[in-house]
């Protein structure tokens, strides 16, 4: 397993707001390497899968945060 982020890191590594990362993993275009228990658990990403979304989404013209 690569280095984990929380969705702090995520965000900042993938120049989104930390909002855009929780949201983005809920709907699937973020893979989630660990979740938390609870209705709000904080979400942890593997490094590797941060970086290919990062690349995706500055591809993606219409992608802001």
Do not use: C, W
């Amino acid at each position: 397993m690569d280095k984990l982020l929380t969705a702090a890191q995520a965000a900042e590594v993938a120049k989104r707001s930390h909002s855009t990362i929780n949201r983005d993993a809920a709907a699937g275009k973020l893979p989630t390497a660990m979740q938390f228990p609870g209705y709000k658990g904080a979400r942890l990403f593997d490094e590797i899968d941060v970086l290919a979304y990062a690349e995706a989404e500055a591809e993606t013209p219409e992608a802001r945060s």
